[in-house]
């Protein structure tokens, strides 16, 4: 069974990262560095298994845009939204055995290095592969 597991940040969460003053915990360029050695043995560990289908880190959410349908008409707003807003910041899909085997990769994470105060929500979703499984 597929898996998506997505991880959320907000603008401030972005800033933080580039350093950009008074914008949440500031990241030193080494935690900047163990977070990426972190990502990166955790995808290596996850081709490895065979359970990782793809993965990939979004931009800040500054260069997003989001359309939503007013009165019938497209309506694009460009970002950024409100700095504590969270959006998708990034997602994984793996293969897995099953829904406690994609939490616990899920879970792993959460052990990745950063300032104090840092913390992220991550979900775990079921793909669906037809109609049918969409559970509705």
Known sequence: ???????????QDY?????????GPAWSPEEFAAMGAFMQAFNED???????VDTRGLTAPAHTRRITLKEG?????????????EVLAGYWIV???GFDRATEIAAGLTQCP???????????????????????
Do not use: H, N
């Not at 497209?74 to 939204?81: K, L």
């Open 1 to 11: 069974m597929k898996y998506m597991i997505l991880i959320y940040g907000s603008q």
């Open 15 to 23: 800033d933080s990262l580039g350093g950009a003053p008074g914008s």
């Open 46 to 52: 996850l081709e490895r298994s065979g359970e990782l």
């Open 73 to 85: 008409v497209p309506v694009v707003t460009d970002g950024p939204y409100p700095e504590t807003q």
């Open 95 to 97: 293969e897995c055995d």
């Open 114 to 136: 950063g300032p104090a105060g840092v913390s992220s929500v991550i979900d775990v979703r079921p793909v669906a592969g037809s109609r049918t499984e969409l559970d509705l």
